[in-house]
């Protein structure tokens, strides 16, 4: 069974920094991409950042470009979001996600299109960033 935790959430002031951490398990195949959404109550879930396995490239949202760095360590099975800059509009639940299948990583980071249906998600660390 596909699980995806998270962990690395909490509270920070504007301009600081925070490391995200997904540990994946239960994968008997290597994942195309896997992704960071967030997710404000009542807002559309966006696509903050995305690792391409496959194309070896990272996209970024507009919004954090700069700011915000996905990595991985295959040997630990975890993906990273490393935030830094942080600003009080960066303040959301944030997901890992990924699926069996292929998925574009332009499209999951864009903000004019739907995000792709991925079937594996985490559970999501809130992340408050204070003025």
């Known amino acids: 069974q596909v699980q995806l935790v998270e962990s690395g959430g909490g509270l920070v002031q504007s301009g600081g920094s925070l490391r995200l951490s997904c540990e994946t398990s239960?994968?008997?195949?290597?994942?195309?991409?896997i992704a960071w959404f967030r997710q404000v109550p009542g807002k559309q879930r966006e696509g903050v950042s995305c690792?391409?396995?496959?194309?070896?490239?990272?996209y970024y949202a507009n919004s954090v470009e700069g700011r915000f760095a996905i990595s991985r360590d295959a040997a630990k099975n975890t993906v990273y979001l490393q935030m830094n800059d942080l600003l009080p509009e960066d303040t959301a639940t944030y997901y890992c996600a990924t699926d069996r299948s292929p998925f574009p990583c332009h499209i999951a980071v864009s903000p004019a299109l739907p995000p792709p249906a991925l079937n594996s998600w985490g559970t999501g660390p809130p992340v408050t960033v204070s003025s």
């Open positions: 239960g994968f008997t195949y290597d994942y195309y991409a």
């Open positions: 690792l391409s396995v496959g194309e070896e490239k990272t």
